[in-house]
């Protein structure tokens, strides 16, 4: 049984409001679950950094969708090019852009895994 997509209530200076919690610091999104995510800044994102949407494989998400933070950035090579082997698409846009666009898709009923650095 697919699991209810949470809520993304808000995002500030330093972290998001998900289902009525705060959460302190990036934000990953993955099968409809919230977590931690590492990354503080575009210039310290990195492959690794996707190992989990990598290890739920393409069947979990049709897409990651990056918030970038403040401002639309363009993400390092190795992400992009780890998330295009794993034949997962990315779409990348600053981070209130990204918590809207998410919003949309999951009402839509979409497969993305959402990754958003804080601002």
Do not use: C, K
Request: glycine share 10%; no cysteine; proline share 8%.
């Amino acid at each position: 049984m697919a699991r209810q997509a949470p809520s993304l209530d808000a995002y500030g200076p330093g972290g998001f409001r998900v289902s009525g919690l705060w959460r302190p610091g990036s934000l990953l999104i993955l099968q409809d679950e919230p977590r931690d995510w590492r990354p503080h800044s575009l210039s310290d994102l990195a492959a690794e950094d996707f190992a989990e949407v990598l290890a739920a494989g393409a069947e979990a998400s049709d897409f990651v969708l990056l918030g970038t933070g403040a401002e639309q950035g363009l993400p390092p090579p190795a992400v992009r090019a780890v998330l295009r082997e794993a034949s997962l698409g990315l779409e990348f846009m600053s981070t209130p852009n990204a918590a809207r666009t998410w919003s949309v898709l999951r009402e839509q009923g979409r497969r993305v895994a959402l990754a958003m650095l804080a601002l």
